[in-house]
């Protein structure tokens, strides 16, 4: 086990995304996993819009897509007393990436499970001699010189310790990485307690004429159904009252007994395979980075499941840092480029964590509607409606953005949409992901197909000296140039003119733009974004 660059605590999610990225890059990593494999539990379902074009970007999306459920299935949210009894209402969805019948992205908003997408990660990182990933390994203990990050491990032969110049917490809600630096979680923790159970069982009858993301159902038996594959394979999640029932109670007989009257049908043949145990919170870590410690994902932050931003928020967590890390260790940028890190996703990871919140409470809203027993139609419709911002979320997707950390502002305020978490507008505003837009050039297809290891410079026809501009993290592309631009559609989308440039980050944020650029000018921007 040789030392890595950067060692990896976790192999969910956040932990693969950040070892595919920082091979990518070129450095080398250890991956440890306290697990002896990928856990085969369904767990998250949601691969957001900004993540799928992640996932299109590592050549993986055909193979995410693959183990996805049918479009369909992402269209609506239904509601109901039980799933084979009276309906309450449906709310539709609007979250794959069309805006006035337009694209704004090349990958769209897909349902899958957590296991399957991380089998697919994992296979990825086994082709990389770069990576590697140690299961049965746990982390004891983390210390810190001045240049370095220590870790102790136990593995199945013995402990022994890891050195790497950075270290990634991306173990979990329990992160044994966050505790022994001794960083609390902020925000309402613990306010419900509910019991995943993955089962198979055929719901045909009461949902093939329905196809939903989510199938809510009220008390006695609370629950919410959500479909994993066409092979009858689901996942629901029990609440349940603690003060009168334990985790522990819910062996698979009792949560199938649970999953028959939730469903309404007493004999009904389900297969539970296994029940976990979890506690929802809203709840944001004090601070992402010590030293040369971060965190990401669930470490970092935890977030109710309505939304499913746990995971995405996760993974962009990996895309922020890994550039930043590439970066800094080729001697390219300064350390104070690490810190931007802290600058920038905290804010969107709370953002994220209270809009999820607000989701679960809309839900809960409907339910106590419902279950008051005396609620007028007009009475539920009003909830239903209230609701209406969950499963509407394309602009809290692809819209989030930076205001400070590896930023220039150009003093334009963001575009005025009606309600920035249901309405995206697209901008290469300092801080934004810059616009999606068809292209053709050398087999990308989309501008985001331009932003990964490098910085580029858009740079319009008429700017002076823009191939002069040489920096080895730098990609300079001039419209009309080495870019066609029929009609000036990109450099409009930019905001550039046809003498402006953007300088864009590789993770796709816009990091600086000027309407009336000039080569040193771009430059100048440049180095001191690289915080020599």
């Not at 296991?115 to 296979?123: A, F, G, N, S, Y």
């Not at 319009?460 to 000296?465: K, L």
């Not at 631009?485 to 990091?511: E, M, S, Y």
Request: hydrophobic share 40%.
């Amino acid at each position: 086990m040789p030392d890595p660059t950067v060692l990896i605590v976790g192999a969910g999610p956040a932990g693969l995304a950040m070892a595919i990225l920082l091979g990518r890059m070129g450095l080398d990593t250890i991956v440890v996993e306290r697990r002896s494999g990928v856990n085969p539990h369904p767990r998250a379902r949601s691969v957001n819009v900004r993540t799928a074009e992640l996932m299109r970007q590592w050549g993986l999306l055909d193979e995410i897509e693959a183990v996805s459920l049918p479009l369909p299935w992402t269209e609506q949210f239904v509601y109901c007393e039980t799933l084979a009894g009276p309906e309450i209402g449906r709310i539709t969805t609007s979250i794959q990436p069309v805006v006035d019948g337009v694209e704004v992205s090349p990958a769209p908003w897909l349902l899958t499970s957590q296991d399957r997408i991380e089998e697919i990660l994992v296979r990825h990182l086994e082709n990389d001699p770069g990576n590697q990933i140690y299961w049965n390994t746990e982390l004891a203990d983390v210390t810190q010189t001045a240049d370095h990050a220590v870790a102790t491990v136990r593995t199945p032969s013995g402990t022994r310790d890891i050195t790497a110049r950075w270290l990634v917490g991306a173990d979990g809600a329990g992160s044994a990485v966050r505790r022994s630096l001794g960083i609390e979680m902020t925000g309402r923790a613990g306010f419900g307690t509910l019991i995943n159970c993955q089962f198979y069982a055929d719901l045909a009858t009461w949902t093939d004429h329905r196809p939903a993301a989510l199938y809510w159902t009220t008390h006695p038996a609370r629950n919410v159904f959500q479909k994993i594959d066409t092979n009858n394979r689901w996942l629901c999640q029990i609440a349940y009252d603690p003060k009168t029932l334990r985790p522990e109670d819910f062996t698979p007989q009792m949560a199938a007994q649970w999953i028959r009257r939730s469903v309404g049908v007493a004999d009904l043949d389900v297969n539970v395979t296994d029940v976990i145990g979890w506690v929802m919170s809203s709840t944001v870590a004090e601070r992402f980075t010590d030293g040369r410690v971060f965190l990401i994902g669930d470490a970092a932050h935890q977030l109710p499941p309505t939304g499913g931003f746990g995971m995405n928020t996760a993974i962009q967590d990996a895309h922020n840092l890994a550039w930043k890390f590439a970066l800094v260790a080729g001697g390219h940028a300064g350390d104070r480029l690490l810190d931007t890190y802290q600058a920038e996703r905290p804010p969107v990871a709370a953002y994220n964590a209270a809009r999820s919140l607000e989701n679960a409470r809309s839900v809960g809203r409907i339910r106590g509607v419902f279950e008051s027993g005396d609620a007028t139609a007009e009475q539920v419709r009003q909830a239903l409606q209230a609701s209406a911002r969950y499963g509407r979320w394309l602009g809290m997707d692809l819209g989030l953005h930076y205001e400070q950390g590896c930023v220039i502002s150009d003093g334009t305020a963001p575009p005025q949409v009606d309600d920035p978490v249901t309405d995206y507008a697209p901008t290469a505003r300092p801080g934004h992901r810059a616009p999606h837009l068809p292209i053709n050039l050398d087999g990308a297809t989309s501008t985001l197909d331009l932003y990964d290891t490098h910085f580029v410079l858009l740079c319009a026809a008429d700017v002076d000296g823009a191939q002069d501009s040489a920096h080895p993290i730098l990609h300079v592309l001039q419209l009309g140039v080495d870019l066609k631009d029929p009609g000036g559609q990109l450099a409009d989308a930019h905001g550039i003119g046809k003498r402006g440039a953007v300088l864009i980050r590789p993770d796709g944020h816009v990091a600086w733009r000027d309407p009336e650029a000039t080569s040193t000018a771009a430059m100048a921007a440049l180095d001191t974004l690289l915080m020599h």
